[in-house]
């Protein structure tokens, strides 16, 4: 079963596609009008494609019966998947899998250091993915050379022909570390394959929002001045707004009081450790997967004992070249450079 998957509940009439897996053998979806709901693994069952053939064929269509408006459409809203599937016990494939109700228009790269410094983009391959369709790559990725794979940069848009609500546009970074990729090799959906997998829109996607049931009236556009568009359009280049992506800061401060702006509240010392470390780690994965070379961290003097945890991580970390005290300088005495493989 896997995200995407179209189900329906034993014990109910509900029908809904796979939204996400939770906690303790529950599965998440999202049945009609958007809801999702938590549903045990083991109340649900997989709607073959050749079930509703079946239906239709007992049910005829009979003219003297009474034509019921059809249920809405319940889609796949999740489902891009980047799978790396072994040739052979060297090499890996690389395919783009869409198991979405979308169509995917999509672009994807890959990042990789420049000779002179700064990021070098190659792009791989581009094109439209349709619903429940898979895109194979040209190039080979060798296990040895694992280390100096880049990083793959995924693009893509959301289209269904007719009347849907506008999603944002996926942009995506990601950098495979063998802690992770290759801790567990599943079945590739519509590939049918085992592989290893990392899902592209699990955090970032939207399900397109239905309209709100108190209302019949869609979401009113915002409305666009003529006076206000022929300004904009004669602004001088410099001062027209550059599309950019966002990429993760190069210094992060651990300080509570920067977490916490509003106060630590009821926190406990354990408590506002959790969210140090935890902050830490999330960083230090995007500064990863986004092709940066260092990253600078601020932790304090104290009593110590996050900049302990700080380094006893770092030293375990497979893609930290090395780390060391930043310049006192600019950053005092509590603050650690790391610099990335």
């Known amino acids: 079963m896997n995200i995407g998957d179209k189900v329906r509940l034993l014990r109910a009439k509900e029908q809904g596609v796979v939204s996400r897996f939770l906690p303790g053998d529950m599965i998440e979806i999202e049945i009609e009008d958007g809801f999702r709901i938590p549903v045990m693994r083991s109340e649900l069952v997989l709607v073959s494609p050749l079930e509703a053939e079946r239906l239709l064929k007992a049910n005829p269509y009979d003219p003297q019966k009474t034509i019921t408006p059809a249920a809405p459409t319940i889609l796949a809203n999740q489902g891009i998947y980047l799978a790396f599937v072994p040739i052979n016990d060297r090499e890996y494939t690389l395919h783009l899998i869409n198991n979405t109700d979308w169509e995917f228009p999509y672009l994807i790269g890959e ?15 581009s094109g439209v993915l349709k619903p429940k ?3 194979k790559m040209n190039d080979l990725y060798a296990h040895a050379q694992f280390e100096a794979w880049p990083t793959f940069v995924v693009q893509g848009l959301w ?10 546009p996926l942009m995506k970074r990601f950098k495979a570390r063998a802690a992770t990729l290759f801790k567990e090799k599943v079945k590739a959906p519509i590939l049918n394959q085992p592989g290893f997998l990392t899902q592209l829109d699990a955090d970032t996607a939207e399900p397109a929002q239905p309209v709100s049931a108190t209302s019949n009236r869609p979401p009113q556009p915002k409305t666009i001045r003529p006076d206000e568009l022929k300004a904009e359009m004669l602004k001088p280049k410099a001062e027209q707004t550059n599309v950019s992506i966002e990429r993760p800061t190069s210094v992060v401060d651990l300080h509570a009081e920067a977490l916490l702006p509003k106060g630590t509240g009821n926190r406990t010392p354990a408590d506002l450790l959790k969210l140090q470390l935890e902050t830490f780690d999330k960083a230090l994965e995007n500064a990863i997967a986004s092709g940066m070379s260092e990253i600078t961290f601020i932790h304090g003097v104290g009593s110590g004992a996050l900049r302990t945890e700080l380094h006893k991580r770092l030293g375990k970390h497979p893609n930290v070249r090395f780390f060391e005290d930043a310049q006192k300088q600019k950053f005092g005495y509590g603050a650690t450079k790391v610099t990335i493989k």
């Open 111 to 125: 990042e990789s250091a420049a000779a002179g410094g700064g990021v070098q983009f190659r792009g791989l391959q």
């Open 133 to 135: 369709s898979q895109q």
């Open 159 to 168: 289209f269904r022909a007719g009347k849907s609500s506008l999603r944002q």
